[in-house]
């Protein structure tokens, strides 16, 4: 079946920090990949994401390339802000319903 | 434009009784979908509708729990004889489902109910 493994957290980080958080996956068929993210007291929103291999979802300064021969779909920013304090969730969907992974929580200190 | 609503916010219920959890999805969205996420965990499906049928019900625990979308639009998720182990965030989602593979289709979720069964 599908899975999705990223990295426990928390990750805490100092502004203006480099973020890397791991995602991989197992899938049949072909996926999209995708980052949510929820902030506190918030829904989950979508983030980023890549349809097909080699392509690169981004969005606020947040990055993440397809990866399918690594199976991956790390994400990435360059600086961080305190206010990018929150979980991200890597999920795939190969037909219709989105598999999670657990969940990765990042807290930025000023 | 507005978003996916659920209602209610947070349901507090007896172990036994049956609750109803309604959710609106985005006008225009023909798919939609229920997600369960226990606490520090990430959510799990339940099931999938297209338009009015459900078309995808895998996720599904066991017979206490249904799902209808009568009219394709609003959703309720019913569950009869709550467990306590049903305590979670129930998860709302909408997307066009229009798209020729489904599986790129953005999910835009709700807020969540949060079940709490004493």
């Known amino acids: 079946g599908n899975s999705v493994t990223q990295m426990e957290g928390p990750v805490t980080l100092s502004e203006e920090a480099f973020l890397t958080i791991n995602c991989t996956y197992t899938?049949?068929?072909?996926?999209?990949l995708f980052w949510y993210v929820q902030y506190p007291g918030e829904g989950l929103q979508l983030l980023l994401k890549?349809?097909?291999?080699?392509d690169k979802g981004s969005n606020k300064g947040f990055e993440a390339t397809y990866r399918k021969e690594t199976t991956s779909f790390h994400l990435e920013k360059g600086s961080v802000q305190v206010s990018d304090s929150a979980v991200y969730f890597c999920?795939?969907?190969?037909?219709?319903?989105?598999?999670f992974g657990g969940g990765t929580r990042l807290m930025v200190k000023p | 434009g507005a978003g996916v609503s659920q209602t209610p916010s947070n349901k507090v219920t007896e172990k036994g009784k049956y609750v109803e959890l309604r959710c609106d999805p985005i006008?225009?969205?023909?798919?939609l979908y229920w997600y369960r996420q226990s606490l520090g965990q990430g959510p799990e499906f339940l099931i999938y509708?297209?338009?009015?049928?459900?078309?995808?019900d895998s996720g599904l625990p066991n017979d206490r729990f249904f799902a209808v979308r009568p009219e394709g639009s609003v959703s309720t998720l019913k569950i009869q004889r709550t467990e306590r182990g049903d305590s979670a965030v129930y998860l709302c989602?909408?997307?066009?489902?229009?798209?020729?593979?489904?599986?790129?289709?953005?999910?835009?979720f709700g807020p969540g109910t949060r079940l709490t069964v004493l």
């Open positions: 509708f297209q338009g009015t049928g459900a078309a995808d």
């Open positions: 899938a049949t068929g072909y996926p999209s």
């Open positions: 890549a349809t097909k291999a080699d």
């Open positions: 006008s225009g969205h023909t798919a």
């Open positions: 999920a795939l969907n190969a037909g219709n319903m989105l598999t």
């Open positions: 989602a909408s997307s066009l489902g229009a798209s020729g593979r489904s599986g790129t289709d953005t999910q835009y």
